[in-house]
């Protein structure tokens, strides 16, 4: 898919901090004008795959042993995968986006979920091309770029 298509929120931060299970969750959209979130194509394994980026251009993650609920990641984890946060409102989305953008309030702070997967950028991606997370097995689970057909959990 080329282009971006982009989903509207308050802003953007990516903070690192805390070791406990999650609090609550929101999820009615509140659009406003700065991007959190967008679809862009990368190249994952060989292959042109349509994923989730950050304001940055950064691919976007989930770890596989996250819940809707409760972050495997954070503190020394979060430094190498960095939670995207919200620091106020909920994320909008955008009717060609499939899946459902939600806050997650946890260790990291207001965490964006996509279909119920805490997102995250990884710190050797240095180029917004990068998908070097892919197949990465760390801080108890896989991690994998999320595309917009991610199922929710």
């Known amino acids: ?32 004008t700065q991007a959190v979130v967008a679809v862009e194509a990368k190249t ?7 994923v989730l980026v950050n304001a940055n251009a950064q691919t976007l993650y989930y770890l596989t042993s996250d819940t809707s609920s409760t972050v495997a990641c954070s503190g020394q ?7 995207l946060l919200l620091p106020t409102g909920d994320p909008g989305s955008g009717s060609s986006l499939p899946g459902k953008l939600s806050v997650l309030t946890d260790p ?16 050797k991606d240095k ?3 990068d998908a070097n997370g892919e197949g990465v097995n760390a801080f108890g689970g896989t991690w994998h770029p999320a595309t917009p057909t991610l199922a929710a959990i």
């Open 127 to 129: 180029a917004s091309g």
């Open 77 to 83: 984890c979060a430094t190498f995968w960095p939670p």
């Open 44 to 50: 994952v394994k060989g292959q042109t795959e349509a």
């Open 108 to 123: 990291n702070g207001r965490q964006v979920l996509y279909n119920g997967h805490p997102l995250y950028a990884f710190v």
């Open 1 to 32: 898919m080329r282009g971006k298509i982009l989903f509207a929120a308050a802003g953007v931060m990516v903070a690192a901090c805390g070791s406990s299970p999650a609090a609550s969750v929101s999820s009615s959209p509140t659009p406003s």
